[in-house]
């Protein structure tokens, strides 16, 4: 009993560590769950605040700075399962555990980091290898090029740059690869960009994005006459987009026989871990980058680069190390660089926890959602594959076979595909060329409905030089959780069947569309080279539009189309308004169905184009008669006003003597000035036709004030009408007051003038 108790309060702290990380774990999840704005802590950026804050409060700012920004829930942290739980406490452990002894701590630490590599050369199928453990990427490839420089370069410790002076040493890299790996690669050990050497793709048969095995070995053979030092091969198990895999099995002959360092990358590495056959070699490459935490779906897990150990020409004696023994830990490979950090840990404790069939699993299910995603759209004609056929060129091995059946690793990378990509290409397309630019319009498009309409199969929208814009589909990175069912992806299918359908029918009446809108003297082609609908064009009231036109033609085009789309969007929603490459606003046409008549979708912005242009021209005929009577009104009232002090005498304008004759003689009550009254007078037949007939009347208000009320001219039947105002001044707009369209007006002002055409405009305008 008391050995047990002891055990007990041994793993006393373990156990409040982990109580602890689950108990921040929890608090996240929730956090998001409720999606609350929370508490937004200000936090001092000069010296560290006096006060200390207590646990809750310190957690409490971090949580709110992971989720919140500027008040608003921003972060969508995902929920995690048991390994995933696992491997952030573990992370929590490793901190907490860096204060043991350090011998303690070293024992600790190796005992750990040998487990994980052990379970991992098994499961990926290369023995007797060391594991690197490393947080970027490309950490593990920097070391594994610093080590062959020391390999290569007996005096590279000593010399450094001047030992590869006169025999530069040589990166071959596929060109399908991207450029910038190679490119850190270089930078971190100090490289010029001459040792990289680019080998062209097979062009010949194959696929079009895997390294040209022959042309490798021509470069090695080329670089080594002219005194350099061929030092590393990159080869894809899996390209960073399409998931091509290169011929490995004859790329390890070359370098095995030039003495080159063979390192493999990709996804498709990942099926060496499902792979039940013992024929499966040992060793398919010198080295390899795995990022078992993107496969497995769990967090906070390391990246491991395994890589094979050299051997040294003669056996040393007990207890002396050779040079070969001595290079990992030059390029800091060795577990004295990390060993009081532990990285193993969390995956040591990840690997336990998902257990062999789970890492099964996991991967099986990612590359059965490939093959069968794979599968649905290969029915689809008008879309082009780029990826891996699964199951090999014939689609004759699926995946639950090859968990069962043995083969070996060439066909094992040639029937599994990591990803799936594809693309909208034009009716008898050549597989071999670029798409023309406009589809890659319709496939960011297409992409951007799927994204929307079926997030259960999430895609990326990317772009290949050789190919243009592609959707990529990568179930591998994933997590569990995320990956779609079967109906997700028959979902995804049946969208896609609608949406190409769309697209299909957008770039069969493209050419109807370019050829009635150049025809037409009204409408203007405008060139939307970023524009996935049929396109834009620029309704023009004057057939004969001059090529040069000036600012305030241009501002007099853009009001009048823009109102002409106004008018458009509230008969349908295709319509949209857009801008030409000169800037001018224009109609643009959205996607279309193979009923669509385009034909009749011209007519009809011809149609309300001319009727928006009456309306202009309407409107601003009477803005023009309003200002006529407010000019006229105002010289009515400044000549009466004149004439009022000429017939009531200097007298009773000066400002004392004044007040005196007024008392001792008033004024009539009839006299004074008359305010002004603008009476448009237009018929409702007269909009659209002829506009000069429309005219004003400036009337004198007597008649206002004294009924109390704005009298019309005409009186029913057997009434006794007002009387004619004392002033009437007929007003009339110039003859050249017309523009072609409207730049005066906005749209408000100008649906209410329309609304107000037999409503007198009073004028308050008194001298």
Known sequence: ?????????????????????????????????????????????????????????????????????????????????????????????????????????????????TDATRWLSHMFRFLDCTAFYHEDLLEGLVRITRMLLHYK???????????????????????????????????????????????????????????????????????????????????????????HV??????????????????????????????????????????????????????????????RTFEAAEPAPKGVRTRES???????????????????????????????????KRLRDAFESSEILHNKLTKFQRLRLMNQRPGGEAGSISITELVKKPISTTVLFEVTSSTVVFQFVPENHNNDERVPDYYDKLNSWLGQILQRDVQEVPLEICELDVSGVILRYCPLELSPERLPTIAHIEKFATSMEQQLEILEATVHHKETFIKLATECAHLRLVHMPQWAG?????????????DELTVQRKLELNNLNQRLVDTLRSTDAAFSMGEGENGLICVRFGMVTAETDVE?????????????????RFLESLTEIVKKGIETATQDLQKENAERVWQEGILRQMPVVGSFVNWWSPLSKETGIKGRSLNLTADSELCGTDLSQITGVVESTENIYRYHMQMQGVSP???????????????????????????????????????????????????
């Not at 590869?164 to 971190?188: D, E, F, W």
């Not at 009749?600 to 202009?616: A, D, I, M, R, Y």
Request: with cysteine; hydrophobic share 40%; charged share 20%.
């Open 1 to 113: 009993m008391a050995e047990a108790g002891v055990n007990t309060k041994q793993r006393m702290p373990l156990t409040e560590v982990e109580f602890n990380a689950s108990r921040v774990i929890s608090r996240l999840e929730e956090a998001v769950q409720l999606e609350e704005g929370g508490h937004t802590w200000k936090v001092s950026h000069g010296l560290l605040p006096l006060p200390s804050r207590t646990k809750d409060e310190v957690l409490t700012q971090l949580e709110d700075l992971l989720l919140h920004e500027e008040g608003e829930v921003r972060a969508r942290l995902p929920q995690l399962d048991g390994p995933g739980e696992v491997a952030i406490t573990s992370q929590s452990i490793a901190a907490y555990a860096s204060s043991l002894d350090r011998p303690h701590l070293q024992n600790l630490s190796i005992r750990i980091a």
């Open 153 to 243: 370069y007996p005096e590279y410790l000593e010399l450094g740059y001047e030992a590869l002076h006169t025999k530069p040493p040589v990166i071959y890299t596929s060109t399908a690869s991207p450029l910038g790996l190679v490119q850190h690669i270089c930078r971190q050990v100090g490289l010029p960009l001459m040792c990289v050497r680019p080998v062209p793709c097979n062009t010949v048969f194959g696929s079009h994005q895997k390294m040209d095995v022959a042309a490798l070995e021509r470069a090695i053979e080329d670089d080594k006459l002219v005194d350099k030092v061929p030092l590393l091969v990159l080869a894809d198990a899996g390209t960073t987009i399409a998931g």
């Open 246 to 307: 290169d011929n490995i099995a004859r790329m390890q002959e070359v370098c095995r026989k030039h003495d080159v360092w063979l390192h493999l990358k990709g996804h498709s590495l990942a099926a060496l871990a499902i792979a039940a056959s013992p024929t499966v070699p040992s060793r398919i490459a010198d080295s390899m980058t795995l990022p078992v935490g993107v496969w497995f779906g769990v967090p906070a897990l390391p990246i491991v680069t395994l890589f």
């Open 326 to 360: 001595t290079l990992a830990f030059l390029a800091g490979l060795s577990l004295e660089h990390s060993m009081l950090k532990m990285p193993s840990l969390p995956l040591w404790t990840a690997l336990q926890a998902l257990g062999r069939e789970g890492i099964l």
């Open 534 to 546: 049929l396109g834009g064009v620029r309704f023009v009231p004057d057939e004969s539009e001059p």
């Open 600 to 616: 009749e979708l011209l007519n009809l912005v011809v149609t309300t184009g001319k009727e928006v242009e009456e309306s202009s």
């Open 717 to 767: 039947p057997g009434t006794k009408g007002p009387p004619t105002p004392l002033v009437q001044t007929p007003v009339a707009p110039p003859s050249s007051q017309h523009s072609r369209s409207s730049s005066h007006s906005s749209n408000k002002e100008q649906q209410q003038q329309l609304t107000a055409l037999h409503t007198d405009v009073k004028i308050n305008s008194w001298t």
